[in-house]
């Protein structure tokens, strides 16, 4: 189990830097992003300081559901050097910290490594079919948590709450209530 864990991790790095080298497009993107000092970068460092604040202003209740977009526009918050206005943070913990304060972003954080505690506890006696099936329920989660380090909207909040529960739920019930739910 071990080797094959090393085996696809070694073989999705190499996929992800392949599909660097061979696509111009993404090679562009891919060294904008480790550029603090491009244009786009600047901006999302200015929207997580400004949602960092509007947390540090408004720490129990937050801003309010989906109020950053509208927030971040108000003279209380609106970051000097900002060329244009966000809709959200660019990060979906510091969107739900600003949004909804720190006890609810707290509750997000501890379900969020509640299930990627579950999920890496996977019991070795299920199936092999059951296995690859949470494999990509894992998958999609790490993708989900990877990208929304950088972009998130509210709609996409909603869905990975709903996401959270769902593999919380399944990540707590034995194989026969897996086979079920999968």
Same mark, same amino acid.
């Given at each position: 189990i071990k080797h094959s864990r090393k085996a696809a991790? #070694?073989?999705? /790095?190499? /996929?992800? +830097?392949?599909t660097i080298l061979i696509f $111009?497009? #993404? @090679?562009? @993107? &891919? @060294?904008d992003i480790i550029r603090p000092q491009t244009r786009s970068n600047a901006q999302r460092i200015l929207a997580w300081k400004t949602a960092l604040r509007m947390t540090k202003t408004y720490p129990l209740t937050g801003i309010g559901? &989906?109020?950053f977009e509208r927030r971040y526009r108000s003279e209380e918050f609106y970051p000097a050097g900002a060329k244009k206005e966000l809709a959200h943070a660019h990060n979906i913990f510091l969107q739900i910290y600003a949004e909804q304060g720190v006890i609810v972003g707290t509750l997000f954080l501890s379900l969020v490594i509640f299930v990627l505690v579950k999920g890496f506890r996977i $019991?070795?006696?299920?199936?092999?079919t059951l296995r690859v099936r949470l494999a990509g329920i894992g998958g999609a989660l790490l993708s989900l948590l990877v990208g929304g380090q950088f972009a998130c909207s509210m709609l996409i909040n909603l869905r990975i709450w709903l996401l959270f529960c769902?593999?919380?739920? +399944? /990540?707590t019930q034995g194989e026969k209530r897996l086979?079920? +739910? /999968?």
């Open positions: 991790a #070694i073989f999705f /790095l190499c /996929l992800i +830097v392949g $111009p497009f #993404i @090679r562009s @993107r &891919a @060294r559901f &989906a109020n $019991p070795q006696s299920i199936t092999d769902f593999l919380g739920a +399944v /990540l086979n079920i +739910v /999968l």
